[in-house]
């Protein structure tokens, strides 16, 4: 029987979003089983022993058996059990890993299991950290206290409830045997650590934004949508291909230019902003500094793309441009990316405006492109849109890639550059450190501050690159004859 | 007075949502048993009870125009208290539907969970209820009777809900508490702030293997130790001398 209340939801549709939890639920029914699961053992405290305790040793050879695999892959599947929160580590408990000795292990109460299609609350959170408050006297963890101020703060219009609820919960505990209370604590703990992770705890829950649909329902496909499948699959034959040895030889030629610059593959100098909470990686690569970093400017030097799409590598380059009186190209180049990206309004002046400067004849920067394409350019000038100059562009960007670049990479401001440039040296931040990084982390600079500064440059540049007049630098050279 | 009988009701509902959560995070492990799905029925036909009651009580009280500033958000207060008891306790009915859904009892083999705790969960539902003794008459079809029982009451306090929800207008962000951070550490609590004995501090508690925490529980006991001692000390000294007089 269901109810369709109109009661607004001022919760989310929770929903696991996790596929596989049916099948990880199916192996721990199957793992805890007294006959044929895995063997458990007695903890002995100090005057209880609590039964029900097993070994990740135990565990993994189990996995293995049942699964057929190797040690690590039972190993890894392992870990994830643990993760999700399906069986939770004694002794260690905030490190949510499997390990493959006689650490010992407990397996979790259905109530919590992820499963549940019930998100893990604030409000049972604050509850959870009052009875904690009460249990310790007063010593939470750090963090723990950080999220109970946190919560007192926005939960306030619930805090009677919630300390009534605690207090009432603790004592309605007590009434239960010694060694289940000790069971049951170590539950909760177990479960509000993977719900609301310490830091530098890796738990595996993901919830990310609301999706209308459950990923853990069964989803039953018709044959409309097969039909619409075999005709999708059939036209994907016939597409022509790429040989794999051309798109394979293509693959392993871009992982030996970038593999040294992949953030994931190789240590990112000073140090990994997510990681360390220390933004100088940041800093140091902003649009408007003055001197780039080695890594930066390496990447320059792979192609022209490369080079243009990084603002302070334009930059460089226009000035080795300016060196040798040929920045028309690139500065065609620039407006057309601004009437490919610019706003509907500007279009049809933006237009007029290049015409006149680029395209036009005896124009003050008149590019040197082919007829066939100033031909088709000025008559799409007519009436203009957002791709009017494609064809220019692309003919100026292969100018530009099969003669400057490479005059670029030659000439004496690259290799100028190449030497300022800085090389940081990587941080070694000891666990104190980190922590003490988290809380200082900067807001970062203001977006409103990062605009102000780019029109500042925009205005210089537009001052600096007003059209060399030719006839005036000729008549300079003619007075100082 | 109107404001003492709710705050005793609503005392007595947190009391029961409190002992419900309990029994719901026992089902489907081995503490399992016939005897808990009882006791989870009696403990929310009480809760059902002790919330229609709350409810007129409190609807009456609210619709009262007549009622001065500081009353009306006592009332609120107690309002908001009602209604987060109720939706704690409508989640824990819902999940109790799914888990008794997933481990029924009545099969031949039981798939419950092998979780280490062994006691049974009687003391807590004859707090519930308040009574000293749990009595037991289930019949044998307990899961499957029990569980359409339950989707129907599941279905009711939804119900009600949104009632109290369409009906009452209070604000519940504009409640402010009462209590401050922290005030689960002193004396137990209730709905008013008159505070009924102490709490032992220095009781049992749950060592947990890593050690940490509890070391300031037992200085207390250890005052109370040393004071024996002395005592001891004293009798011996006396009965010393008196030994030594005699010979």
């Known amino acids: 029987?269901?109810?369709?209340?109109?009661?607004?939801?001022?919760?989310?549709?929770?929903?696991?979003?996790?596929?596989?939890?049916?099948?990880?639920?199916?192996?721990?029914?199957?793992?805890?089983?007294?006959?044929?699961?895995?063997?458990?053992?007695?903890?002995?405290?100090?005057?209880?022993?609590?039964?029900?305790?097993?070994?990740?040793?135990?565990?993994?050879?189990?996995?293995?058996?049942?699964?057929?695999?190797?040690?690590?892959?039972?190993?890894?599947?392992?870990?994830?059990?643990?993760?999700?929160?399906?069986?939770?580590?004694?002794?260690?408990?905030?490190?949510?890993?499997?390990?493959?000795?006689?650490?010992?292990?407990?397996?979790?109460?259905?109530?919590?299991?992820?499963?549940?299609?019930?998100?893990?609350?604030?409000?049972?959170?604050?509850?959870?950290?009052?009875?904690?408050?009460?249990?310790?006297?007063?010593?939470?963890?750090?963090?723990?206290?950080?999220?109970?101020?946190?919560?007192?703060?926005?939960?306030?219009?619930?805090?009677?409830?919630?300390?009534?609820?605690?207090?009432?919960?603790?004592?309605?505990?007590?009434?239960?045997?010694?060694?289940?209370?000790?069971?049951?604590?170590?539950?909760?703990?177990?479960?509000?650590?993977?719900?609301?992770?310490?830091?530098?705890?890796?738990?595996?829950?993901?919830?990310?934004?609301?999706?209308?649909?459950?990923?853990?329902?069964?989803?039953?496909?018709?044959?409309?949508?097969?039909?619409?499948?075999?005709?999708?699959?059939?036209?994907?034959?016939?597409?022509?291909?790429?040989?794999?040895?051309?798109?394979?030889?293509?693959?392993?030629?871009?992982?030996?230019?970038?593999?040294?610059?992949?953030?994931?593959?190789?240590?990112?100098?000073?140090?990994?902003?997510?990681?360390?909470?220390?933004?100088?990686?940041?800093?140091?690569?902003?649009?408007?500094?003055?001197?780039?970093?080695?890594?930066?400017?390496?990447?320059?030097?792979?192609?022209?793309?490369?080079?243009?799409?990084?603002?302070?590598?334009?930059?460089?380059?226009?000035?080795?441009?300016?060196?040798?009186?040929?920045?028309?190209?690139?500065?065609?180049?620039?407006?057309?990316?601004?009437?490919?990206?610019?706003?509907?309004?500007?279009?049809?002046?933006?237009?007029?405006?290049?015409?006149?400067?680029?395209?036009?004849?005896?124009?003050?920067?008149?590019?040197?492109?082919?007829?066939?394409?100033?031909?088709?350019?000025?008559?799409?000038?007519?009436?203009?849109?957002?791709?009017?100059?494609?064809?220019?562009?692309?003919?100026?960007?292969?100018?530009?890639k099969k003669d400057t670049f490479f005059r670029y990479l030659k000439s004496p401001t690259y290799k100028d550059i190449q030497k300022k440039a800085l090389s940081p040296e990587a941080h070694n931040f000891s666990p104190a450190q980190l922590e003490q990084n988290a809380q200082n982390r900067s807001p970062g600079i203001h977006p409103i501050i990062l605009w102000q500064q780019e029109e500042v440059e925009k205005a210089k540049a537009a001052a600096a690159a007003a059209p060399i007049d030719v006839k005036a630098m000729m008549s300079k050279v003619d007075r100082k004859k | 007075m109107g404001k003492e009988e709710c705050k005793t009701m609503l005392d007595a509902l947190n009391k029961v949502t409190a002992c419900y959560r309990h029994l719901v995070i026992a089902l489907g492990s081995t503490s399992d048993s016939q005897n808990l799905r009882e006791e989870l029925k009696r403990t929310r036909k009480k809760a059902q009870e002790l919330a229609v009651a709350n409810r007129t009580k409190l609807t009456s009280l609210l619709k009262d125009k007549s009622i001065s500033k500081e009353d009306r958000a006592e009332y609120e207060r107690l309002w908001v208290l009602f209604s987060s008891s109720m939706e704690l306790l409508e989640v824990d009915m819902k999940r109790s539907l799914e888990i008794g859904q997933d481990f029924p009892l009545k099969v031949p083999t039981r798939h419950l969970i092998q979780t280490g705790m062994t006691g049974s969960t009687t003391t807590v539902a004859a707090r519930a209820m308040s009574v000293q003794n749990m009595k037991y008459e289930a019949d044998s079809n307990i899961d499957t009777a029990d569980l359409r029982e339950l989707q129907c009451e599941i279905g009711q306090v939804s119900q009600m809900l949104e009632e109290m929800e369409m009906k009452v207008q209070v604000a519940p962000w504009a409640v402010e508490a009462k209590q401050e951070a922290g005030a689960e550490l002193k004396s137990n609590m209730s709905v008013g702030n008159s505070s009924v004995g102490v709490i032992s501090i220095c009781e049992e508690e749950p060592k947990e293997e890593d050690g940490g925490g509890g070391g300031q529980g037992s200085g207390l006991g250890s005052i109370c130790a040393v004071l024996v001692f002395i005592v001891i000390v004293g009798v011996a000294l006396v009965l010393g001398y008196l030994v030594i007089n005699m010979s």
Not at chain 1, 326 to 347: D, I, R, V, Y
Not at chain 1, 358 to 387: C, Q, S
Request: proline share 5%.
């Open chain 1, 1 to 400: 029987m269901t109810i369709r209340t109109t009661r607004p939801q001022r919760d989310q549709h929770y929903r696991p979003r996790i596929h596989c939890l049916k099948k990880v639920e199916a192996l721990v029914v199957e793992m805890q089983d007294t006959k044929s699961g895995v063997k458990g053992s007695e903890q002995k405290l100090n005057v209880t022993s609590i039964p029900h305790v097993i070994t990740g040793k135990d565990i993994v050879t189990w996995i293995v058996n049942k699964m057929k695999n190797n040690t690590e892959e039972a190993q890894v599947l392992g870990t994830m059990l643990v993760a999700y929160g399906y069986i939770y580590p004694i002794q260690n408990h905030k490190k949510l890993v499997l390990c493959n000795d006689a650490s010992l292990y407990r397996f979790q109460t259905p109530y919590f299991w992820p499963t549940q299609r019930w998100a893990a609350e604030d409000s049972d959170y604050a509850i959870y950290l009052a009875k904690r408050n009460i249990r310790k006297k007063g010593q939470l963890e750090p963090y723990e206290q950080a999220h109970y101020n946190h919560l007192h703060k926005w939960l306030n219009h619930k805090w009677d409830f919630i300390v009534m609820q605690a207090s009432e919960q603790h004592k309605a505990g007590k009434e239960r045997l010694k060694s289940d209370r000790v069971v049951l604590d170590c539950q909760e703990r177990a479960y509000w650590i993977i719900n609301r992770p310490p830091r530098r705890t890796h738990s595996a829950m993901d919830t990310g934004p609301e999706r209308l649909l459950d990923p853990s329902s069964d989803e039953k496909i018709t044959f409309d949508q097969y039909r619409r499948m075999n005709i999708f699959y059939q036209q994907t034959i016939m597409r022509s291909r790429v040989k794999s040895s051309v798109s394979l030889g293509a693959l392993v030629k871009y992982v030996t230019t970038y593999k040294n610059h992949d953030p994931f593959l190789a240590p990112c100098l000073p140090s990994n902003p997510w990681q360390t909470d220390n933004d100088a990686y940041w800093t140091m690569n902003m649009r408007s500094v003055d001197v780039p970093t080695k890594m930066r400017v390496e990447r320059w030097s792979f192609s022209l793309y490369e080079l243009l799409v990084d603002l302070r590598g334009r930059d460089d380059f226009k000035i080795f441009l300016k060196k040798e009186f040929s920045g028309e190209n690139l500065a065609f180049w620039e407006a057309a990316e601004e009437l490919k990206w610019g706003t509907a309004s500007s279009m049809s002046a933006k237009a007029e405006t290049i015409f006149k400067t680029f395209l036009a004849p005896g124009a003050p920067r008149w590019i040197n492109i082919d007829g066939r394409t100033m031909g088709l350019t000025v008559k799409g000038l007519e009436h203009p849109h957002r791709y009017v100059l494609e064809a220019a562009q692309t003919h100026v960007f292969l100018l530009m």
